[in-house]
């Protein structure tokens, strides 16, 4: 699992979020805005519009739509990919499961045979959930529990990732740090250093 699957295929997108809606995203990159289908979880780790944000995708694509499911980290992304491969989860049904049980969550549910817990999934019957306990048993162990869900900003070495780990360390919300660090790198732009986004940001941070 994992990796790149063909040319043309888009893994991830890095830009700022412009929407938020129950159960999809747009995220605009460089002028292009890219709607995006997502769990509950994701969506809620997702930094308020319009901060910054990187999102892994999964790309759909079929004759009549090209469609992209977003996931805040890899393991819920890899967990979408196989419950995807399970006879009656589509897409939907999928990101429902995964709205209902985090990744540590499902494995601990298809280990100990929790038919109840799948079924608190929309769109998951006792059927289909009886199916994904015997297809995924053996595959359960092998796959990622995940570190948490957490809004995911583009790997920089830049000012902007060393402030908001810093405000991080100091025991403020990771998703408010993000929006008011992007509120701020918003208004000041290049000229922003990392004392004035700390120090800044404190001040956003206490209002």
């Known amino acids: 699992m994992g990796g790149w699957e063909g040319d043309g295929v888009i893994a991830q997108l890095s830009g700022r979020v412009v929407l938020l809606e129950a159960d999809r995203c747009v995220v605009d990159v460089a002028g292009v805005g890219y709607l995006v289908h997502a769990s509950t979880r994701t969506l809620a780790a997702l930094p308020a519009p319009p901060a910054i944000a990187l999102i892994l995708t999964e790309m759909q694509v ?9 996931f805040a980290d890899s393991a819920e992304r890899e967990w979408f990919r196989l419950l995807t491969t399970v006879q009656g989860v589509g897409a939907r049904v999928g990101l429902n ?4 049980l985090s990744p540590r969550d499902l494995i601990a549910a298809i280990q100990a045979g929790d038919r109840g817990a799948l079924t608190r999934a929309a769109g998951v019957g006792a059927k289909l959930a009886i199916r994904l306990l015997t297809e995924l048993r053996e595959k359960a162990g092998g796959m990622p529990v995940g570190v948490g869900f957490s809004p995911v900003l583009p790997p920089s070495a830049g000012p902007e990732s060393d402030a908001i780990s810093a405000l991080v360390n100091l025991g ?18 290049d ?4 004392d004035t986004l700390i120090r800044d940001g404190l001040k956003e941070l206490a209002r």
């Not at 079929?62 to 977003?70: P, Q, S, V």
């Not at 499961?97 to 209902?100: F, K, T």
């Open 62 to 70: 079929r004759e009549d739509a090209i469609t992209l499911y977003g």
């Open 97 to 100: 499961i995964l709205s209902a």
């Open 172 to 189: 403020y919300r990771r998703a408010e740090v993000v929006a008011a660090v992007a509120k701020i790198v918003e208004k000041q732009g």
């Open 191 to 194: 000229a922003a250093t990392l």
